[in-house]
């Protein structure tokens, strides 16, 4: 039987609150007072003060911690890094070192560096973990976890469980949008200029209208950006209507009836729908040129005048996230169904590369960045009254003529850790941790959520087919061809490298995971 990490409640450290999760949305909890006072000492001071010989050995041990940003030498870094080490110091031997990558080539840069087997402690995935395991490139945190990560399992409690890969845990969710909703994130101020207001978009089509009318006052601009590499910027309109489990193949969310039907959702009636939109759209203009192909981050683009907007993720914080990054006022509008599957929880997560030099200290490290508020907020907004200021309700937010584009340092409070036991930001509502808390509780559930598929008999399939999406999946999403004959194609070509016998594969795991639940 798989060994879960003991959990002794879903509530959480500080006032990190995550509600349901396993297949009933039904319990909620209140978060708890007192989130910006670090009162109670954490497990890893704990540890400290009984003389644990891993944590105080005398040993000076750097810990790397690579991470992506806006830039990858924001001007507080030294200051940060310094400030933290400072709070570490109490509680264990080591020197932290804060690796920041641009967001634009992060992936590259951080598959070069696990393949290679450079020097990396503390590695934040924000595509799951479970490439990375087949690989044998993380190394397991299952036993480590009761005596180094107490407090990230008081904090995010059950949504550890959708984090393991087989009999192991590799990973530990940040608290974040642990749902998934897409929505159009755009620029206020265009927005009202079309005279349109937020409340009125809801679906495609009014999304169209609204566009067809920022085309007619911005002819020069490109309308909608991507909001991943190498996808379309339609690439999330179809998330609520599926979970999607491994390479395209999964299950309809109303998939309720009592027998869990398996599919291939590029061969739907709704990928089909989105393609023909996204080719509709493309003629009309309303996507950037080479959408696919583009290294340009969709902030940048947003910055720059480039672009209107995107469609992607949309959660209680997006308009800050965003407006923080493009350093304009930024619009998010909700447009499809909110759902909670296990990759929506599992897909940031920080992790122990196996080039990892101490294990339990990066682990011990990453266990204060979840319950300690003082380190957190360094960690996400930097020194405090020069990169921000609190002003007298506890609310975060720039100094006097320091804006997005100027501040020292700057980072996202899903990538973070514990957000939660920080400050809250002041484009955001004053209880938005209690609103993330009802954004996850609300979500419709995944007849599969808590499935985890063992890819493992269909690895060469997974590969080969992983070639055929490469090869389509952005020209359909970007309606860069004729959609009838490109979704043939895609789906012709998937047959043959195998998507059936990973649609049949998972089949048979989730009737056995059904009869056992």
């Known amino acids: 039987m798989k060994k879960r990490v003991s959990i002794t409640a879903l509530v959480l450290s500080a006032a990190l609150v995550l509600g349901a999760c396993g297949n ?121 976890m009761d005596t180094y990560g107490k407090d990230m399992q008081d904090a995010m409690g059950k949504y550890i469980d959708a ?8 990973g530990v969710p940040t608290f974040r949008d642990l749902a998934s909703q897409a929505g159009l994130v755009c620029r206020k101020d265009i927005l009202e200029e079309t005279g349109m207001d937020a409340a009125q978009i809801k679906t495609l089509d009014d999304v169209e209208e609204l566009l067809k009318k920022v085309k007619e006052l911005h002819p020069e601009m490109s309308l909608l950006v991507s909001s991943e590499p190498k996808r379309g910027p339609l690439a999330n309109i ?18 309720n009836d009592g027998h869990i039907d398996i599919v291939n959702t590029y061969e739907t009636d709704e990928y089909m729908e989105l393609a023909q939109k996204a080719f509709e759209w493309n003629k009309k203009g309303y996507f950037i040129p080479d959408s696919t192909t583009i290294t340009d981050v969709r902030q940048d683009l947003i910055k720059a005048g480039n672009c209107f907007g995107y469609i992607g993720n949309s959660h209680p914080g997006t308009t800050t996230q965003e407006t923080m990054n493009t350093g304009m006022d930024m619009v998010t509008i909700p447009l499809t169904d909110r759902i909670l599957t296990t990759q929506g929880v599992d897909f940031s997560q920080w992790t122990l590369p196996v080039a990892c030099e101490a294990p339990e200290k990066a682990l011990a490290f990453l266990d204060i960045l979840y319950s300690n508020p003082k380190v957190q907020n360094l960690f996400r907004f930097g020194i405090e009254n020069k990169d921000y200021v609190v002003n007298e309700n506890g609310i975060a ?58 890819s493992s008999k269909v690895k060469n399939e997974i ?4 070639n055929v999406i490469d090869k389509y999946q952005g020209i359909a999403e970007a309606g860069l061809n004729d959609p009838d004959t490109t979704v043939a ?29």
């Open 24 to 144: 009933s949305a039904g319990t909620e909890t209140a978060p708890a007072e007192g989130t910006n006072e670090a009162s109670e000492s954490t497990a890893v001071q704990e540890n400290a003060e009984a003389g644990d010989p891993v944590l105080k050995d005398g040993e000076m041990t750097e810990i790397l911690v690579t991470f992506p940003g806006i830039s990858s030498a924001p001007a507080s870094l030294a200051e940060v890094e310094a400030a933290i080490n400072e709070e570490v110091s109490k509680t264990m031997d080591a020197v932290i070192r804060l690796n920041v990558l641009e967001w634009g080539t992060y992936t590259d840069q951080t598959n070069l560096m696990l393949s290679s087997g450079e020097k990396m402690d503390l590695f934040f995935s924000y595509s799951g973990t479970k490439d990375y395991v087949n690989k044998g490139q993380l190394i397991p945190i299952t036993g480590m």
């Open 163 to 170: 984090c393991y890969v087989g009999d192991e845990l590799y």
């Open 238 to 255: 179809n998330r609520g209507v599926f979970d999607i489990i491994q390479s395209g193949v999964g299950i309809y969310m109303n998939d």
């Open 397 to 454: 937010g720039y100094p006097e003529g320091v804006t997005s584009s100027t501040v020292g340092w700057t980072n996202e409070s899903w990538i973070t850790g514990n957000a939660a036991i920080g400050y809250a930001w002041e484009t955001d509502p004053e209880n938005v941790w209690e609103e993330y808390q009802k954004y996850n509780d609300t979500a419709e559930i995944s007849p599969l959520y808590g499935f985890i598929f063992d």
């Open 489 to 517: 194609k895609f789906n012709e070509e998937l047959k043959a490298a195998g998507i059936q016998k990973i649609v049949d594969e998972m089949q048979a795991q989730a009737d056995a995971w059904m009869a056992e639940k």
């Open 463 to 466: 590969v080969a087919i992983s």
